[in-house]
């Protein structure tokens, strides 16, 4: 098959006004898309207009601009729903983020259908989000939680999943894409294999939404979530997508306005799915502002996108390990197998001198343990340094990495790995600099 016509960031930059800031004399060279992406300028418009032209409260007045409140919100949940190929916009249920989806997703169906004895089944690839709350869940009904774990490349092992379903678990939930290492799981083939056993599937789509496509349907999952925030779109926004078979049966997760169709002293009758998990005021702009970056990566075509990472992903396991010597690369070793997510360490160097240290040079990057601190253990690690891709990233956002880590060795050391001269010096410069930024 051909591959999707090349994206060019350069071009992509101009759509988003971060990039016109001076960093020094430098442009920014953004490097930490897995944690939050950059917001191009259609989706502060969009905001904006909201703000300015018709910032009224949905589903209550019957005024023209809360009429126009309302359909610009219910767009944005169509919108979704189209992006993800859901069946029924009604599928969709808005929330602030993954986490938030998950929650929901553990509180309601989750306390309704774990019991004592039963089993979940997550992986140790998972993020805090899709971790803690069966904890919590677990730990209140004494159920059980069992992990699937990683090979030294950063990939599930099969059998041992193969294993724990035949336990017979109530629910199966795991990551799309890692936050952590950029792994790509095998959803489709996984989630069989629980419906098989008799499981229902949460798939953690935070990591995945943004840099490729996503069909719901195809997946044949129960329950899919992903945060706004990494999708170009504003902080407080997000989605979980659940079979609407599931959702008429679940009980709400927050109560009060709007998720109501009738209130009497003593009990009261809930809406309709979606609007049954939506109590209060939502973020309408932030919503809005979701459906507009959708729209946005839609006329880029989510195929491109993710050949583009594909690239870059290549390009950096390909120059990092050449330019750089002595660089721990960690997670899958093919740009086939990953997202656009690299994460690594220098040795004798922490991340946090690392990020620090590049941040000198505009160049942003994560480190620390990236909310996945299980999966930190499992590699050895306390803490990592993360670069992420997105749309707007670049060859030369991989080229200028390279210079800066460069630059951070020679500041720590001769690349060689003995010890410079000058290393005391350095080191003090640089824990200096590092100390003052925590």
Request: aromatic letters at 8%; hydrophobic letters at 40%.
């Given at each position: ?182 792994t790509i799981n095998p959803v489709r083939e996984m989630v069989d294999q629980a419906h098989a056993a ?83 005021t939502p973020d309408i702009a932030a919503a809005i502002g979701l459906g507009a970056a959708l729209d ?143």
């Amino acid at each position: 098959m051909d591959r999707p016509h090349a994206l060019d960031a350069t071009t992509i930059r101009a759509d988003f006004p971060i990039f016109e800031r001076d960093f020094g004399g430098r442009t920014l060279a953004y490097l930490d898309s897995a944690a939050t992406s950059l917001k191009p300028r259609v989706v502060s418009d969009a905001v904006h207009d909201y703000n300015v032209r018709y910032s009224a409260n949905i589903h209550r007045g019957i005024y023209t601009i809360a009429e126009e409140a309302t359909a610009a919100f219910e767009r944005a949940r169509a919108k979704v729903g189209r992006f993800l190929n859901a069946r029924d916009s009604h599928e969709i249920v808005f929330v602030r983020n993954a986490t938030e989806a998950i929650n929901l997703v553990a509180y309601s169906w989750g306390r309704r259908n774990i019991g004592a004895g039963e089993t979940v089944v997550l992986t140790e690839l998972e993020h805090h989000a899709n971790l803690v709350p069966w904890q919590l869940l677990a730990q209140e009904k004494d159920a059980n939680l069992e992990f699937v774990p990683i090979d030294d490349e950063g990939r599930l092992v099969r059998e041992t999943y193969e294993a724990l379903l035949a336990r017979g678990p109530r629910l199966v939930a795991f990551t799309h894409v890692s936050n952590g290492l950029g792994t790509i799981n095998p959803v489709r083939e996984m989630v069989d294999q629980a419906h098989a056993a008799g499981a229902l599937v949460l798939v953690d789509g935070a990591q995945a939404v943004p840099h490729g496509p996503v069909d719901v349907q195809a997946l044949d999952a129960d329950f899919y979530v992903f945060s706004g925030h990494k999708v170009l779109a504003p902080t407080g926004s997000g989605a979980l997508w659940a079979r609407r078979e599931l959702l008429e049966e679940m009980p709400p997760f927050l109560t009060g306005g709007d998720m109501i169709r009738e209130v009497h002293l003593r009990q009261s009758e809930f809406n309709d799915v979606p609007w049954k998990f939506e109590a209060g005021t939502p973020d309408i702009a932030a919503a809005i502002g979701l459906g507009a970056a959708l729209d946005y990566l839609d006329a880029i075509g989510m195929d491109r996108v993710r050949e583009h990472e594909r690239q870059l992903t290549a390009y950096a396991l390909e120059l990092l390990p050449r330019e750089v010597p002595g660089i721990v690369l960690y997670g899958p070793t093919t740009a086939s197998e990953r997202a656009g997510i690299v994460t690594f360490n220098l040795p004798d160097v922490h991340p946090h001198d690392v990020a620090t240290l590049l941040d000198r040079e505009a160049i942003a990057v994560r480190a620390g343990h990236h909310c996945t601190q299980p999966l930190h253990e499992r590699i050895g690690e306390a803490a990592t340094a993360r670069a992420s891709f997105n749309v707007y990233s670049g060859q030369d956002d991989i080229e200028r990495l390279v210079e800066g880590l460069k630059k951070v060795q020679r500041i720590f050391g001769r690349s060689d790995g003995h010890v410079s001269p000058e290393r005391d010096v350095h080191q003090e410069e640089a824990t200096a600099v590092a100390g003052a930024a925590r």
